[in-house]
């Protein structure tokens, strides 16, 4: 059987949040699956902002920019059409790595292909509170920061995907959580909704005098963003505190990535382990994190709320939503 894909092809290397400029929407025939290889036609994608990073040049980062001319890459979540692959069939469904398409052609080991638990109220919840971003947040906050109960947690972009539920997984553990976001509305859902102890809007508020006013300082910074937070936190850290680089968003659409913080000696002063946090390190591991998050959303104590656009057509305005901060919750495109 032959597919028409529709994808969004990459032609050029965006300048800054110019996207339409430099992504256009094609359609191709997909190939039969090769042993091991499925098709998939997905349902949702998933907007992330590291892929903003493969848009550019860099050779230097964690993975090699996307060529010009390819199919541009993200998750989705979808149905399988075709397999060719052991342990699939026509009908599951599934999330994996494929291309911001309405089918994908991939392979099932190295897409990360796997079927999704159907107890679960809402399957778009397998991207973000079960899926990466739940994962992301577990893994940086458990197995490289150490969080301990009755810590003092600090967490930027924490009204977005990863950062919410981070918030929420340190307010369960018995942490007192302090959320950095970019609006008014932004901090009153951290506090209202999510039921952190403070929220800080770095749009309006000087984040480093807010962030000296903590008593005892802050013992794990788990940070989204980079830039002039992360010069705010580092005065503000506790001794022998714990900064956990999940992610350095300020600096995406840059060819050169950020430079390094202007308190770089408070590393010293305060002796503190600054460590990143990658979740594709820790995937073998991914059968471990579901449960506990599971457990708490069974439980009512994890959720993620979704920014949803609708239609393949619009990716590109979910993404610059998701680039530029619009967003509250996860940024996904819902394309059934
Ligand atoms: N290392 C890993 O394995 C891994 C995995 C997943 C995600 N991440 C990282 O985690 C971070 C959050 O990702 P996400 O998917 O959860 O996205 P998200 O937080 O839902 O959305 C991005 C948020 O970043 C905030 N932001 C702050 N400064 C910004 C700036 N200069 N430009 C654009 N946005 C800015 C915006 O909110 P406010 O302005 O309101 O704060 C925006 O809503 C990203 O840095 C991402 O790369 C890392």
Same mark, same amino acid.
């Given at each position: $059987? *032959? ?13 800054? @949040? ?5 992504? *256009? ?27 903003? %990073?493969? $848009? ?18 993200? =998750?989705? +979540?979808?149905? %399988? ?24 052609? %991939?392979?099932?080991?190295? *897409? ?13 919840? @397998? ?40 918030? =929420? ?44 006013? +903590? ?13 002039? &937070? !992360?010069?705010?936190? &580092?005065?503000? $850290?506790?001794?022998?505190?714990? #900064? ?32 990143? +946090? ?6 073998? /591991? ?6 506990? !998050? ?7 104590? !994890?959720? &993620? ?11 590109? %305005?979910?993404?610059?939503?998701? $680039? ?5 919750? /996860?940024? +996904?495109?819902? #394309?059934?």
């Amino acid at each position: $059987m *032959s597919v028409q894909a529709r994808y969004w092809r990459l032609n050029a290397r965006p300048e800054g @949040h110019d996207y339409a400029g430099a992504l *256009s929407l094609e359609t191709r025939a997909l190939g039969a699956p090769k042993p091991g290889e499925v098709i998939v036609k997905a349902e949702y994608l998933s907007m992330d902002p590291g892929v903003r %990073v493969w $848009m550019t040049a860099r050779e230097d980062s964690y993975s090699p920019p996307i060529p010009l001319g390819a199919p541009m890459q993200g =998750q989705f +979540i979808g149905t %399988v059409v075709e397999s060719a692959a052991d342990g699939f069939a026509a009908g599951d469904t599934v999330r994996g790595f494929g291309q911001w398409a309405d089918h994908s052609l %991939v392979d099932a080991t190295m *897409s990360g292909l796997s079927k999704l638990d159907p107890d679960v109220r809402d399957v778009r919840d @397998h991207f973000g509170a079960l899926g990466l971003n739940g994962w992301t947040a577990l893994c940086g906050l458990r197995d490289v920061l150490n969080l301990q109960g009755g810590e003092t947690v600090l967490v930027s972009a924490a009204a977005g995907a990863t950062g919410s539920v981070a918030c =929420q997984i340190a307010r369960n553990m018995g942490c007192t959580v302090i959320g950095i976001a970019g609006s008014d509305a932004k901090c009153a859902y951290l506090t209202g909704t999510l039921g952190i102890a403070r929220a800080i809007n770095y749009k309006r508020e000087d984040v480093a005098a807010a962030l000296a006013r +903590i008593e005892g300082g802050i013992n794990v910074y788990f940070e989204n963003v980079g830039g002039a &937070l !992360l010069d705010a936190a &580092l005065p503000n $850290m506790a001794m022998y505190g714990r #900064i956990g680089i999940c992610g350095l968003i300020e600096g995406y659409t840059s060819d050169s990535g950020l430079p390094g913080p202007a308190r770089f000696d408070q590393i010293l002063m305060k002796r503190l382990t600054v460590s990143g +946090i990658f979740l594709p390190d820790f995937m073998m /591991k991914g059968i471990d994190y579901y449960p506990p !998050l599971k457990q708490w959303y069974d439980a009512g104590k !994890l959720r &993620l709320d979704f920014d949803e656009t609708r239609g393949l057509e619009n990716v590109l %305005v979910a993404f610059t939503r998701l $680039m530029t901060g619009q967003n509250t919750g /996860k940024v +996904i495109v819902d #394309i059934r």
